[in-house]
């Protein structure tokens, strides 16, 4: 239990952001599961396109990060907040326009995706950094993901279905006039300018970084978070191979949303950073276990145990870890002008993991298939809970209690 009393109620700022993440949570559940499955569906090797697709996702997610660290310390701040909703709708909408032919343009719709989401989650970390007590930021974080994933529960079925039935245009659109509310909440975010005299400077960061441990602890763990961040993309050709259809996706991923956003609801409420450890634990030896029956005996219960514990465990695991990312930044480790640099920074490292695990799912899709794809499955669960230890452990250097 938490030592200090904290007001468990959001502030009108919060729910603001916690409104955007819902809606930007549902656009990511199109573009990144559901985009997956289309290319599945729609490619000669659906291992190769989605490889492919995600890894232009994540080169374009780092090096967005890396242009936009002078924007980040000399303009403002909901302005880039703002593009990330305009490249997004537009995103959509050449989704919908190319239909059939969407598998082949991975290239760019991967690009693309990685912009949106770059811009997405650079733009709001600096502003949950800037606005948000750390005492508070578990109760946020918690709040947030549960927020996210119970908006989460009717929209799969939906977007299961019509995929199915083939209406992948309708959804589409539909989306993007999601993308037009959103430009309408924009408005009531007050602007955030930021007035660093210094100019971007990720390199002298970097070096300098180097000289703390708890830093090079960072980068050590989002190298390896990046590295198991395929563990999602797996999960989703397992069930998608095992059932045929985007109808039982979009059902067992509304079933995992209900568990993941009442676990996450409790972690904001009811957890301190010295609980992360036996979370971590938890979580792990939950998922261990599931993948160990799934090597054994693949089929659908295992499959749906294995993608259900990967669910849970995973959003459990990044709550631990996005409290102890932003409450890093607001210690005497990271000063204010290097904020950006700092986000940066993580992305590329993350960035050299992430491809890591690319290029072994394009080895697996090349030579393997699925029949060692559960092995792939060992090595990133591996790195994805020696990552989530290490950040656990990292809770000593923030300041919340």
């Known amino acids: 239990m938490r030592e200090n009393k904290i007001q468990y109620r959001l502030n009108k700022f919060e729910r603001i952001i916690v409104c955007f993440s819902v809606f930007h949570g549902i656009s990511q559940l199109f573009l990144g599961t559901f985009v997956v499955s289309f290319l599945i569906h729609n490619s000669i090797n659906e291992i190769v396109s989605v490889s492919l697709y995600n890894l232009f996702f994540y080169f374009a997610i780092m090096l967005s990060f890396v242009l936009m660290i002078g924007r980040c310390k000399h303009g403002n701040i909901k302005v880039i907040f703002g593009t990330h909703i305009i490249i997004q709708m537009f995103l959509i909408a050449l989704i919908a326009m190319l239909g059939a032919h969407a598998a082949n343009w991975v290239m760019v719709l991967g690009m693309l995706y990685g912009v949106q989401k770059a811009l997405y989650n650079m733009s709001q970390q600096q502003m949950v950094i800037d606005k948000i007590d750390a005492k508070r930021m578990i109760f946020y974080c918690g709040t947030d993901a549960a927020a996210t994933n119970i908006a989460k529960i009717l929209v799969p079925i939906i977007l299961g279905t019509l995929i199915t039935m083939g209406s992948l245009q309708n959804i589409a659109w539909l989306m993007v006039f999601m993308g037009i509310i959103e430009l309408g909440m924009l408005f009531m975010i007050p602007p955030i300018q930021n007035h660093c005299e210094n100019r971007a400077e990720l390199c002298k960061f970097m070096r300098q970084s180097l000289k703390a441990p708890c830093l090079r602890d960072l980068y050590h763990a989002e190298f390896l978070r990046g590295l198991a961040y395929e563990l999602e993309t797996v ?6 191979y095992v059932f045929h259809t985007d109808m039982n996706l979009g059902i067992w991923t509304t079933v995992f949303a209900i568990l993941t956003a009442m676990a996450t609801w409790c972690f904001g409420r009811f957890c301190s950073k010295r609980d992360f450890g036996w979370v971590v634990g938890l979580c792990s030896a939950l998922l261990i276990a599931r993948i160990i029956w799934l090597i054994f005996e ?6 749906l145990a294995y993608s259900g514990t990967l669910a ?20 005497k480790l990271i000063a204010q002008k290097y904020r950006a640099e700092y986000l940066a920074a993580r992305q590329v490292i993350a960035f050299i993991g992430r491809w890591g695990g690319i290029i072994a799912l394009l080895y697996v899709g090349v030579f393997g298939g699925y029949k ?22 990292m809770g000593k250097y923030t300041n919340e209690k």
């Open 235 to 240: 999960g989703v050709l397992y069930i998608v």
């Open 298 to 303: 693949a089929n659908r219960f295992s499959v």
């Open 312 to 331: 849970l465990s995973v959003a459990m695991m990044d709550q631990a870890c996005s409290v102890i990312v932003l409450n890093l930044a607001k210690t």
């Open 372 to 393: 060692i794809l559960p092995y792939l499955i060992i090595l990133l669960a591996i790195a994805r809970i020696s990552s989530a230890f290490i950040f656990a452990k």
